[in-house]
């Protein structure tokens, strides 16, 4: 069988048209059609339905795309291993694991890897669940990074795959510190049921794997938004996260401007209060002061013709005309 039919047939299906296709292998459209009719006769069954200029799989078609993709996958893994035979430390490194591990593995990683290896190319693609160990099946990568419990639940199905344990990791939950949703590096999930949660979608077993607990807590999560991006995630969280700062901010200031005005009533009261406290000393005084006179004037008509009180009464009436008048009363 012609291998070049085979990757044809993978790349129209892909593409959808023979042009786009040609565009793609960098070959002449005639030859392409030709290529997929040969492999029809060649296979026996029809391959493609044209519907509005577009080519459509027919169900044996469907069924054979895989197996193609899986004979392609072996192939270009045959030729790598032979390159790895021949250049002994050399060669290519198929690695697929899932965003978040390039993200927080690789990252730091590649450039270790190439100090100690600088002859061996790491090759890394992105897939999420059982699309690493079907990749792995097909011979489309050399080295798959997945969660144990994935590989526990799917293996029946990829005998053939073998696996050794890496260091543990921990999921992440990333939200407000004002929240008290756990303590010591722990969150319960029972205390998540009142909040909307960001989740990672269901193609990701980490979230199979969160949902599995919240299903032994008995609790249903209330799920605000799913997506398949950890970054936008975090992008909505800290977005959320400012804004309840922002209004945080907003109560504080609200708070701050009814203390001013709570203050500035206060000693307002206090004012007036120290002004009707001297207004009525004043008053008091005044009434003292008059009474006094009064006294005295009675004290003068009664004994001022006794000669001995004549200088004392002289003496008093004079001080008082003498002494400074006081100053009128304020308003209270």
């Known amino acids: ?26 070959t002449a459209q005639p030859a392409l059609s030709r290529q997929i009719l040969d492999l029809e006769e060649e296979l026996g069954v029809r391959l493609f339905d044209r519907v509005r200029r577009r080519l459509v799989l027919t169900s044996e078609g469907e069924q054979l795309l895989g197996d193609c993709r899986t004979v392609l996958g072996a192939v270009s893994s045959l030729g790598d291993r032979a390159q790895h035979l021949r250049r002994g430390d050399s060669g290519i490194l198929r690695v697929a694991a899932t965003p978040q591990t390039i993200e927080g593995v690789f990252a730091t990683f590649l450039s270790r890897h190439a100090e100690r290896r600088p002859n061996v190319q790491i090759k890394l693609s992105e897939a999420v669940g059982a699309n690493l160990l079907g990749m792995l099946e097909r011979g489309e990568i050399d080295l798959a990074i997945a969660l144990v419990g994935l590989l526990r639940e799917v293996k029946g199905d990829y005998r053939t795959i073998e696996s050794f344990d890496l260091a543990p990791i921990g999921f992440l939950a990333a939200y407000p510190a004002s929240l008290k949703v756990g303590s010591g590096g722990t969150v319960d999930i029972g205390r998540l049921a009142s909040y909307p949660l960001l989740l990672l979608s269901s193609s990701f077993y980490v979230r199979a794997t969160f949902d599995a607990a919240c299903r032994l807590a008995g609790v249903k999560p209330d799920v605000f938004m799913e997506s398949s991006s950890p970054q936008a995630l975090l992008a909505l969280a800290e977005a959320a996260l400012l804004a309840q700062q922002a209004a945080l901010l907003a109560q504080q200031e609200r708070e701050r401007k009814e203390r001013a005005e709570a203050e500035a009533r206060a000693r307002q009261r206090a004012e007036q209060e120290a002004r009707e406290a001297a207004a009525r000393e004043c008053q008091r005084l005044e009434q003292e002061r008059n009474e006094g006179r009064a006294l005295l004037a009675s004290f003068v008509a009664k004994y001022g013709k ?19 008048k006081p100053k009128p009363c304020p308003p209270a």
């Open 306 to 324: 006794v000669e001995e009180f004549k200088g004392i009464a002289g003496q008093i009436s004079a001080f008082l005309d003498k002494a400074p």
């Open 1 to 26: 069988m012609d291998l070049r039919r085979l990757r044809t047939f993978v790349t129209v299906a892909e593409q959808g048209t023979v042009s786009k296709a040609a565009l793609h292998l960098r």
